[in-house]
């Protein structure tokens, strides 16, 4: 259900209501000033306050904080059955900024679980499948570091093999100044072509893991609908 409207409004409410126009920061501070009186409040003032106040945090970029005011927004919408804030699932929503939060603090383990938790629950989430790919590509295995760090070692031989080459071999060895081009110009390609092969493979992994675990999720669905039905 969504949040009701009751005819009366308390003065603590209607003052952080008429914050809507204000800054994100000017609605943080409010909160946080009268969170004990704001906790006193009825039930529904108090969980649409709770989470303007999320919203706010999420919007700030104050993710260290909004991560534990979105357990107690997920435990609000399932102790009060709300599902539904200014039009939107604040459920799935809150789902989807924790894990958001959890990969801007780069804790990208949490992000993958939350993640996968909204598209276990939505798995037409384009949102989620996107985060889940972006976090996905982030965690790079150990395969990929290795070859990362093989084209930085081959980028920098290219650059030093340049610096002997200017420095000495086109004075002191003229005789060996194409083999050096050619070794530098070599180690160079090389070392671009590791690079963006191993960055093309984590991309390919992260594409293919997420549109693999999406199927799964929306088969599933799928057999939970033929069960009921029948």
Known sequence: MS?????????????F????????????????SHEK???QL??????????????????????AKYKVV??????????????EFRGEDIFLNSIFRKAVACYH????????HLFKELLRMDPSNSAGRLGLRRTLYRMK??????????SVLLLLAAAFITAVEL????????????TVEWTRIGLFLLGVLVLLGSDLYQRRRAFREVARFSKEMEMRKQSRKKIEVS
Request: with cysteine; hydrophobic share 45%; aromatic share 16%.
């Open 3 to 15: 949040l009701s409207k009751p005819a009366y409004r308390s003065k603590l409410y209607r003052d």
């Open 17 to 32: 209501k008429s914050l809507e126009g204000a800054s994100v920061h000017s609605r943080i501070r409010f909160f946080e």
């Open 37 to 39: 009186a704001i906790r």
């Open 42 to 63: 009825e039930d529904m003032e108090f969980a649409e306050l709770l989470f303007a106040y999320a919203e706010a945090l999420f919007q700030a970029g104050a993710f």
């Open 70 to 83: 979105a357990d107690e927004v997920i435990a609000c919408c399932m102790e009060r059955h709300v599902t």
């Open 105 to 112: 603090l780069q804790e990208y383990d949490q992000a993958v």
């Open 141 to 150: 295995p150990e395969k990929v570091l290795t070859a990362r760090a093989v």
């Open 167 to 178: 420095l000495f071999v086109r004075y002191f060895f003229s005789s060996w100044v194409k």
